[in-house]
């Protein structure tokens, strides 16, 4: 008996990366699942990697029309969800003197809004007692030259997750932050230079970076009933980057 037998997932952003590896993993653990991403190509690939129980949706979570679009798939589909996992982000360094509107524009308008209009278009087809869990960053726990836009962007989730589970307390929904530390996925080939990465990985106590699947693991357990009684919790997968 799998941990997600007859649930459905979406997962946003789930076409490369821990989102990916988490949708891989939702599925085998008996889910079906959504995923998304702006690349055909690379959502077509992720659907095929994933194999069986999947449907892929392109879009761009930041864009309130695609948002309705993705929802009014899963509503023909499946008519329902039990996990949404809104993990869509973007995040480059700019130190503060460099910032510019469009920079703040994009990093918000992704992290923040994107990721607040995701989950609200999602409520009517939320079940009750679903799990809704959102992708921040230990970059919001800790003070890192370059990151303070993308650190704000995501802090706020976690305001978000606050107010949000007691207003769906009645559906008893719960609302979590899973943040990841340093992971070795393709964004961080985009948005981190070799000499970067080796900085990261001097602060993470075993000395190498997370992989998407230990993140994975992480997302399982918020999915899941095991996590029944977590609600509102931050939880850092970053093997001790942000306590030391
Ligand atoms: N990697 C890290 O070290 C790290 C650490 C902390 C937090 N995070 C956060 O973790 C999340 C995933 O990161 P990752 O490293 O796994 O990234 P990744 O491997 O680059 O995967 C990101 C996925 O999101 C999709 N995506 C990007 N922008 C999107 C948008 N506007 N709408 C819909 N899909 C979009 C991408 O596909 P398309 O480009 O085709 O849209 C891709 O499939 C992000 O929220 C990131 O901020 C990452």
Redesign the pocket.
């Given at each position: 008996m799998g941990k997600l037998d007859g649930k459905v997932a979406v997962v946003?952003?789930?076409?490369?990366?821990?989102?990916?590896a988490s949708a891989k993993r939702f599925v085998e653990e008996g889910a079906y699942v959504f995923i998304?991403?702006?690349?055909q190509e690379?959502?077509d690939e992720a659907v095929k990697s994933i194999g069986r129980n999947v449907t892929g949706v392109r879009?761009?979570?930041?864009n309130l029309a695609d948002l309705d679009r993705l929802f009014d798939t899963v509503k023909r589909e499946t008519g329902k969800i039990d996990v949404l996992y809104a993990?869509?982000?973007?995040?480059e360094a700019v130190p503060l003197g460099e910032i510019t509107e469009q920079h703040f524009d994009a990093t918000f308008g992704?992290?923040t809004r994107?990721t607040l209009f995701t989950v609200q278009k999602a409520l009517p087809l939320l079940s009750d007692g679903a799990s809704i869990f959102m992708?921040g960053?230990?970059?919001s726990l800790k003070g890192f030259p370059g990151y303070s836009v993308y650190a704000a962007s995501k802090a706020a989730l976690h305001a978000f997750a606050r107010g949000w589970l007691n207003e769906l307390k009645a559906r008893n929904i719960r609302v979590n932050v899973l943040h990841?530390?340093?992971?070795a996925?393709?964004?961080?080939d985009?948005v981190l230079t070799e000499e970067a990465k080796r900085m990261f990985e001097s602060l993470i106590p075993r000395g190498t970076m997370g992989r998407?699947e230990e993140i994975a693991a992480a997302a399982l357990f918020l999915a899941s009933d095991d996590s029944s009684f977590v609600n509102g919790l931050e939880l850092s997968v970053d093997g001790g980057f942000s306590a030391i």
């Open positions: 946003t952003g789930g076409s490369s990366g821990m989102a990916l998304t991403g702006r690349r690379t959502l879009g761009d979570a930041a993990s869509a982000g973007t995040g992704l992290n994107g992708t960053s230990v970059a990841p530390g340093p992971i996925t393709p964004m961080q985009q998407p």
